[in-house]
């Protein structure tokens, strides 16, 4: 499943040079029952392994692009 997603943690108030990676299990455990029946509506089952490595692969992606626009953001504007 690659590398985790870049999802920064607060610290005094300022983001912290190493992003945190967040596993498929945490991942995976911080979807609600309700999303899961919400995404079984769209025919993306969690308890199915390739449905839940095709989700989580989605949300590395995710994170990673908005991840590398805040540095981008952050480059231009300070």
């Keep these: 499943m690659g590398p985790g997603p870049e999802a920064p943690v607060r610290s005094r108030?300022?983001?912290?040079l190493v992003p945190r990676c967040f596993s498929a299990a945490e991942i995976l455990?911080?979807?609600?029952?309700?999303e899961r029946v919400m995404m079984l509506w769209f025919g993306l089952n969690l308890d199915d392994?390739?449905?839940a490595e095709l989700f989580v692969e989605g949300v590395h992606v995710t994170d990673r692009a908005i991840a590398e626009q805040e540095r981008w953001e952050r480059e231009q504007f300070g």
């Excluded at 108030?13 to 912290?16: I, K, S, T």
């Excluded at 455990?29 to 309700?34: D, H, I, L, T």
């Design 13 to 16: 108030g300022r983001l912290p």
């Design 49 to 51: 392994p390739e449905d």
């Design 29 to 34: 455990r911080s979807v609600s029952p309700r």
